[in-house]
Protein backbone atom coordinates (compact mmCIF):
# COMPACT_ATOMS: atom_id res chain seq x y z
CA UNK A 1 0.00 0.00 0.00
CA UNK A 2 1.05 3.15 -0.65
CA UNK A 3 1.74 5.91 2.13
CA UNK A 4 3.53 8.72 2.87
CA UNK A 5 5.08 10.32 6.40
CA UNK A 6 5.68 13.60 7.34
CA UNK A 7 7.82 13.11 10.56
CA UNK A 8 7.69 16.50 11.78
CA UNK A 9 4.41 18.41 12.79
CA UNK A 10 5.79 21.47 12.90
CA UNK A 11 9.32 23.53 11.59
CA UNK A 12 9.90 26.47 13.13
CA UNK A 13 12.77 28.47 11.55
CA UNK A 14 14.30 32.67 11.22
CA UNK A 15 13.59 34.62 8.11
CA UNK A 16 16.44 34.42 6.11
CA UNK A 17 17.80 31.14 7.22
CA UNK A 18 17.33 27.78 5.51
CA UNK A 19 14.76 25.51 5.76
CA UNK A 20 13.87 22.10 5.26
CA UNK A 21 10.51 20.09 5.48
CA UNK A 22 11.10 16.26 5.64
CA UNK A 23 9.01 13.51 3.64
CA UNK A 24 9.58 9.91 2.69
CA UNK A 25 7.58 7.56 0.69
CA UNK A 26 6.10 3.97 0.23
CA UNK A 27 5.07 2.86 -2.91
CA UNK A 28 4.98 -0.48 -4.90
CA UNK A 29 6.14 0.88 -8.20
CA UNK A 30 7.67 3.99 -9.57
CA UNK A 31 6.64 7.21 -7.49
CA UNK A 32 5.26 10.47 -8.88
CA UNK A 33 5.94 13.22 -6.31
CA UNK A 34 4.28 16.47 -5.36
CA UNK A 35 4.36 19.11 -2.66
CA UNK A 36 1.45 21.22 -1.96
CA UNK A 37 0.98 24.43 0.17
CA UNK A 38 -2.17 25.46 1.93
CA UNK A 39 -2.94 28.98 3.60
CA UNK A 40 -5.46 28.80 6.18
CA UNK A 41 -9.02 28.70 4.52
CA UNK A 42 -7.69 27.65 1.84
CA UNK A 43 -7.28 24.92 -1.01
CA UNK A 44 -3.85 23.35 -2.10
CA UNK A 45 -1.72 25.11 -4.18
CA UNK A 46 0.82 23.11 -6.29
CA UNK A 47 4.48 23.92 -5.54
CA UNK A 48 6.29 21.32 -7.65
CA UNK A 49 7.00 17.49 -8.47
CA UNK A 50 8.97 14.81 -9.15
CA UNK A 51 8.52 12.20 -12.17
CA UNK A 52 11.58 11.41 -13.90
CA UNK A 53 15.22 13.10 -14.55
CA UNK A 54 17.21 15.25 -12.24
CA UNK A 55 16.87 14.41 -8.79
CA UNK A 56 16.61 17.82 -7.54
CA UNK A 57 13.70 19.74 -8.92
CA UNK A 58 12.66 23.06 -8.51
CA UNK A 59 9.17 25.42 -7.77
CA UNK A 60 7.08 28.04 -7.35
CA UNK A 61 8.41 30.57 -4.78
CA UNK A 62 11.91 29.73 -4.58
CA UNK A 63 11.27 26.22 -3.38
CA UNK A 64 13.35 22.87 -4.40
CA UNK A 65 12.93 19.10 -3.31
CA UNK A 66 15.75 16.58 -3.86
CA UNK A 67 14.48 12.66 -5.07
CA UNK A 68 16.86 10.29 -2.95
CA UNK A 69 15.30 6.71 -4.22
CA UNK A 70 17.49 4.75 -1.43
CA UNK A 71 16.28 7.06 1.29
CA UNK A 72 12.59 6.97 -0.63
CA UNK A 73 12.77 10.97 0.48
CA UNK A 74 11.66 13.72 -1.27
CA UNK A 75 12.26 16.42 1.31
CA UNK A 76 11.39 20.17 0.63
CA UNK A 77 13.90 22.68 0.56
CA UNK A 78 14.98 26.83 0.52
CA UNK A 79 17.87 28.59 1.03
CA UNK A 80 16.65 31.75 2.51
CA UNK A 81 12.92 31.32 4.57
CA UNK A 82 10.74 34.17 4.13
CA UNK A 83 7.95 35.24 6.89
CA UNK A 84 5.21 34.70 4.13
CA UNK A 85 6.43 31.15 3.89
CA UNK A 86 4.50 30.60 7.09
CA UNK A 87 1.77 27.87 6.11
CA UNK A 88 0.72 23.78 6.22
CA UNK A 89 2.65 21.44 3.41
CA UNK A 90 2.05 18.85 2.15
CA UNK A 91 3.46 15.97 0.73
CA UNK A 92 1.97 13.66 -2.04
CA UNK A 93 3.04 10.71 -3.68
CA UNK A 94 0.72 8.80 -6.78
CA UNK A 95 1.71 5.43 -7.75
CA UNK A 96 3.21 6.38 -11.71
CA UNK A 97 0.78 7.53 -14.29
CA UNK A 98 -1.68 4.50 -13.58
CA UNK A 99 -2.55 5.89 -10.40
CA UNK A 100 -5.05 7.96 -10.11
CA UNK A 101 -5.35 9.28 -5.93
CA UNK A 102 -2.99 11.58 -4.37
CA UNK A 103 -1.93 10.05 -1.32
CA UNK A 104 -1.25 12.65 1.17
CA UNK A 105 0.44 13.18 4.40
CA UNK A 106 -0.22 14.43 7.73
CA UNK A 107 1.06 17.75 7.02
CA UNK A 108 4.02 20.05 8.14
CA UNK A 109 3.22 23.62 9.40
CA UNK A 110 6.04 25.64 8.86
CA UNK A 111 6.59 28.69 11.28
CA UNK A 112 8.96 31.43 9.83
CA UNK A 113 9.50 34.23 12.18
CA UNK A 114 10.93 37.74 11.89
CA UNK B 1 -7.20 29.54 -16.38
CA UNK B 2 -9.76 30.09 -14.15
CA UNK B 3 -8.97 27.85 -11.33
CA UNK B 4 -11.12 24.92 -9.32
CA UNK B 5 -14.27 26.55 -8.54
CA UNK B 6 -16.15 25.03 -5.38
CA UNK B 7 -19.86 26.07 -4.09
CA UNK B 8 -20.75 27.00 -1.65
CA UNK B 9 -17.40 27.67 0.14
CA UNK B 10 -18.87 27.25 3.66
CA UNK B 11 -21.87 25.10 5.10
CA UNK B 12 -23.91 24.42 8.04
CA UNK B 13 -26.20 21.97 8.36
CA UNK B 14 -28.17 19.66 11.18
CA UNK B 15 -27.87 16.43 11.50
CA UNK B 16 -29.91 13.86 9.14
CA UNK B 17 -29.76 16.78 6.85
CA UNK B 18 -29.07 16.51 2.96
CA UNK B 19 -26.59 18.67 1.23
CA UNK B 20 -24.96 19.15 -1.95
CA UNK B 21 -21.70 20.83 -3.15
CA UNK B 22 -20.68 21.58 -6.17
CA UNK B 23 -17.36 22.01 -8.01
CA UNK B 24 -16.64 23.10 -11.81
CA UNK B 25 -12.88 21.71 -12.66
CA UNK B 26 -10.28 23.71 -14.89
CA UNK B 27 -11.77 24.18 -18.41
CA UNK B 28 -10.71 21.50 -20.95
CA UNK B 29 -9.78 18.87 -17.83
CA UNK B 30 -10.92 15.61 -18.36
CA UNK B 31 -10.32 14.23 -15.13
CA UNK B 32 -12.16 15.53 -11.81
CA UNK B 33 -10.92 14.47 -8.03
CA UNK B 34 -13.01 14.42 -4.66
CA UNK B 35 -11.01 14.54 -1.55
CA UNK B 36 -11.80 14.84 2.66
CA UNK B 37 -9.91 16.54 4.83
CA UNK B 38 -10.25 16.69 8.68
CA UNK B 39 -8.18 18.59 11.24
CA UNK B 40 -5.15 17.85 11.68
CA UNK B 41 -5.36 15.19 8.65
CA UNK B 42 -3.84 15.63 4.67
CA UNK B 43 -6.65 15.54 2.31
CA UNK B 44 -8.20 11.94 1.92
CA UNK B 45 -9.51 10.35 -1.49
CA UNK B 46 -12.77 10.00 -1.91
CA UNK B 47 -13.70 9.41 -5.55
CA UNK B 48 -12.87 9.79 -9.16
CA UNK B 49 -13.88 10.78 -12.50
CA UNK B 50 -12.94 10.66 -16.12
CA UNK B 51 -15.08 13.04 -18.26
CA UNK B 52 -18.93 11.41 -16.97
CA UNK B 53 -17.19 7.99 -16.05
CA UNK B 54 -16.80 7.47 -12.12
CA UNK B 55 -13.84 5.12 -12.43
CA UNK B 56 -12.93 4.80 -8.91
CA UNK B 57 -14.47 5.32 -5.65
CA UNK B 58 -12.83 4.82 -1.97
CA UNK B 59 -14.42 3.16 0.76
CA UNK B 60 -14.41 6.08 2.42
CA UNK B 61 -17.13 7.00 0.50
CA UNK B 62 -20.35 5.33 2.48
CA UNK B 63 -23.87 5.01 0.87
CA UNK B 64 -24.31 7.84 2.19
CA UNK B 65 -22.57 9.76 0.30
CA UNK B 66 -22.60 10.10 -4.06
CA UNK B 67 -20.92 11.78 -6.93
CA UNK B 68 -22.23 12.77 -10.17
CA UNK B 69 -20.60 14.25 -13.65
CA UNK B 70 -23.43 14.37 -15.68
CA UNK B 71 -22.11 15.96 -18.50
CA UNK B 72 -18.35 15.21 -18.04
CA UNK B 73 -17.67 19.38 -16.75
CA UNK B 74 -18.97 20.30 -13.45
CA UNK B 75 -19.47 17.54 -10.63
CA UNK B 76 -21.64 17.23 -7.39
CA UNK B 77 -21.20 15.58 -4.57
CA UNK B 78 -24.36 15.06 -2.14
CA UNK B 79 -24.20 13.91 1.31
CA UNK B 80 -27.58 12.40 2.79
CA UNK B 81 -28.77 12.20 5.94
CA UNK B 82 -25.33 13.92 7.29
CA UNK B 83 -23.60 13.10 10.57
CA UNK B 84 -21.23 15.04 12.81
CA UNK B 85 -18.50 12.68 11.57
CA UNK B 86 -19.46 13.96 8.35
CA UNK B 87 -17.87 17.44 9.09
CA UNK B 88 -14.95 18.36 6.83
CA UNK B 89 -13.34 20.48 4.39
CA UNK B 90 -14.00 18.67 0.61
CA UNK B 91 -11.97 19.42 -1.76
CA UNK B 92 -12.23 19.39 -5.36
CA UNK B 93 -8.99 19.01 -7.93
CA UNK B 94 -9.12 18.46 -11.22
CA UNK B 95 -6.45 17.31 -14.07
CA UNK B 96 -5.83 17.46 -17.62
CA UNK B 97 -3.81 14.40 -19.37
CA UNK B 98 -0.85 15.59 -17.50
CA UNK B 99 0.09 14.21 -13.63
CA UNK B 100 -0.59 17.35 -11.74
CA UNK B 101 -3.94 18.04 -10.01
CA UNK B 102 -5.24 21.41 -9.22
CA UNK B 103 -7.21 22.15 -6.18
CA UNK B 104 -10.33 24.13 -5.61
CA UNK B 105 -10.85 26.30 -2.11
CA UNK B 106 -12.85 23.83 -0.97
CA UNK B 107 -16.28 23.68 1.13
CA UNK B 108 -15.99 23.65 4.32
CA UNK B 109 -18.57 21.40 6.19
CA UNK B 110 -20.20 22.14 9.41
CA UNK B 111 -23.15 19.59 10.88
CA UNK B 112 -24.52 20.58 14.46
Known amino acids: AQSVAQPEDQVNVAEGNPLTVKCTYS??????LFWYVQYPNRGLQFLLK??????LVKGSYGFEAEFNKSQTSFHLKKPSALVSDSALYFC????????????FGKGTTLSVSS | DTGVSQNPRHKITKRGQNVTFRCDPISEHNRLYWYRQTLGQGPEFLTY????????KSRLLSDRFSAERPKGSFSTLEIQRTEQGDSAMYLCASRRGGDTQYFGPGTRLTVL
Open chain 1, 50 to 55: YITGDN
Open chain 2, 49 to 56: FQNEAQLE
Open chain 1, 92 to 103: AVMEDQAGTALI
Open chain 1, 27 to 32: VSGNPY
